[in-house]
T-cell receptor, first 117, second 110 residues
Framework: GAVVSQHPSRVICKSGTSVKIECRSL??????MFWYRQFPKKSLMLMATSNEGSKATYEQGVEKDKFLINHASLTLSTLTVTSAHPEDSSFYICSARDGTGGGQPQHFGDGTRLSIL | DQQVKQNSPSLSVQEGRISILNCDYTNSMFDYFLWYKKYPAEGPTFLISISSIKDKNEDGRFTVFLNKSAKHLSLHIVPSQPGDSAVYFCAARNGNQFYFGTGTSLTVIP
């Protein structure tokens, strides 16, 4: 079945550094990928919709300059958390849709646990 | 504003019995509803979906029921197995956007 690969699975870094997370669709082309953030005991919160070849669409309250998204190809989207601070520590998950119509589900990566010291 | 709600954060069921997970939504524009299963430190895995024009969809041990008038859907797992223990998220789709509930942690007791 469809597989989405997310890398790295865990990052621990110092405050002020930038962290890049990659999301790849392995056996299908994804014109649209999604980036979510999950807080403990909270729902998946959509951060932005990543569109191949164009600018990402950010949800209200999400800082575009803080969370840089690049969707350079039909199989790769990246999320860069710039100048990360402890409050950015969270579980980040990407997803991609295989197909555009009907009930095509999103396929999720395994997430990235980001810890900012 | 939470458009998709799962009011039960946890559920415990005996092995072999039926597990019923519930989900409520507020937006009548949702056209597809989906259930995902999530293990710790992993991304959610798609389980089953239902179109808004249907009221039931069955796949093996999993059945999803949709009550549009009540804006309510449920996932039935029967018989429940210990391997079903996980967090279950319901999700609803409006256009290209998905909205997720907060999840229900299911524990199936052997």
């Amino acid at each position: 079945g469809a597989v989405v690969s997310q890398h790295p699975s865990r990052v621990i870094c110092k405050s002020g550094t930038s962290v890049k997370i990659e999301c790849r669709s392995l056996d299908f082309q994804a014109t649209t990928m999604f980036w979510y953030r999950q807080f403990p005991k909270k729902s998946l919160m959509l951060m932005a919709t990543s569109n191949e070849g164009s600018k990402a669409t950010y949800e209200q309250g999400v800082e575009k300059d803080k969370f840089l998204i690049n969707h350079a190809s039909l199989t790769l989207s990246t999320l860069t958390v710039t100048s990360a601070h402890p409050e950015d520590s969270s579980f980040y998950i990407c997803s991609a849709r295989d197909g555009t119509g009907g009930g095509q589900p999103q396929h999720f990566g395994d997430g990235t646990r980001l810890s900012i010291l | 504003d939470q458009q998709v709600k799962q009011n039960s954060p946890s559920l415990s069921v005996q092995e072999g019995r039926i597990s019923i997970l519930n989900c409520d939504y507020t937006n009548s524009m949702f056209d597809y509803f989906l259930w995902y299963k999530k293990y710790p430190a992993e991304g959610p895995t798609f389980l089953i979906s239902i179109s808004s024009i249907k009221d039931k969809n069955e796949d093996g041990r999993f059945t999803v029921f949709l009550n549009k008038s009540a804006k309510h859907l449920s996932l039935h797992i029967v018989p429940s197995q210990p391997g079903d223990s996980a967090v279950y998220f319901c999700a609803a789709r409006n256009g290209n956007q998905f909205y997720f509930g907060t999840g229900t942690s299911l524990t199936v007791i052997p």
